[in-house]
């Protein structure tokens, strides 16, 4: 499946939930969210009948996210189904890592092959006043370590945010020091509250990592034990490093010329763009009875009308971050 652009769309991301167990600063506002009714969410059944779609238009790796997915009952049963639909290669989820621990087994048992932990400090009282919690930070790097331990690929992503976080983003880098993990740096998109705030370019992030560990070389690929996946990060490692570093400038460095992907929210919207104010509601066509050949079409067509490149230097607040999974 290919768009007008020629780029080919073989990677997904699937928003299980709106819900969080985490008010983070950038994306719950303080005033608190109006959650998408329990009946206007996808089903399961609904997710996976999709999926099997979109497998055989070319789609290859999904990624789950939230909301935080852990929240939704039965979703390591889900992953375990999503691994049988025949054409999907890969399946790895985006978590802020608070239930992993509890999860692990479960997640190991379903197949999971990968997992993206969003972690933007290790200072215990920054991590409450950026998350609004006070539970469970201290399980979140044991549950990391059990995981690499089990042979799954982790991911570490931080939101580097202008005078607040600035001296945390050289110790969060030292985790790839000696685990066989990447510590990826992301610059904060301009949605929902995060229109309020501040990014970092990626630049100085970059400086602040070789200040304290030296010179950062760009690696494509390390065959040894990690995968880098189809995302746009570009990866460096410092000397002596066992893991590595990612950088991925959403903003002060356009990727989308490379853009593979597609977002499906909770409630059955198939995005395009992650910046994009429409969608396109898969859901409504699923529950009218739409046939696979129909909603293959529309799917198409959505497709060839993804935009050349998003628009973040415009500021949109109306774009909820936490109902389209990133």
Do not use: W
Request: hydrophobic share 35%.
């Amino acid at each position: 499946m290919t768009d007008s652009f020629g780029r080919t769309i073989n990677y997904l991301r699937l928003s299980v939930t709106d819900r969080c167990n985490l008010r983070c600063l950038y994306c719950m506002p303080k005033e608190g969210i109006k959650h998408i009714a329990h009946n206007e969410v996808l089903r399961f059944e609904e997710m996976l009948k999709i999926c099997g779609i979109l497998a055989k238009l070319g789609i290859k790796n999904i990624r789950i996210t939230g909301g935080e997915p852990l929240v939704r009952r039965g979703i390591t049963e889900f992953i375990g189904e999503l691994k049988k639909v025949p054409g999907i290669e890969r399946i790895t989820m985006t978590s802020n890592g608070i239930l992993l621990g509890e999860n692990l087994d479960a997640l190991i048992k379903s197949g999971l092959d990968g997992l993206n932990i969003s972690i933007d400090t290790l200072n215990k009282e920054m991590f409450e006043k950026l998350t609004g919690t006070k539970d469970g930070f201290k399980n979140i790097l044991p549950a990391i370590d059990k995981a690499l331990e089990n042979g799954i690929n982790v991911k570490i992503n931080c939101v580097p945010l202008s005078d607040f976080n600035e001296k945390e983003i050289a110790k969060l880098a030292a985790l790839a020091k000696n685990r066989k993990l990447a510590v990826r740096f992301i610059e904060l998109m301009p949605l929902g509250q995060a229109s309020l705030m501040q990014f970092i370019p990626m630049e100085q992030v970059m400086s602040l990592i070789e200040k304290e560990h030296g010179s950062l070389q760009a690696i494509t690929q390390d065959s040894n034990f990690y995968s880098f996946g189809s995302g746009p990060a570009e990866y460096y490692k410092p000397h002596g490093f066992t893991g590595s570093i990612g950088i991925i400038s959403s903003i002060s460095k356009k990727y989308c010329k490379t853009c593979n992907r597609l977002r499906l929210t909770s409630k059955g919207e198939l995005k395009t763009c992650l910046a994009s104010d429409n969608g396109t509601d898969i859901k409504k066509l699923i529950r009218k009875g739409a046939a696979n050949e129909e909603i293959s079409q529309i799917i198409i067509k959505a497709v060839k009308e993804k935009p050349q490149e998003h628009n973040f230097n415009e500021k949109k607040q109306s774009i909820k971050m936490f109902s389209i999974g990133g």
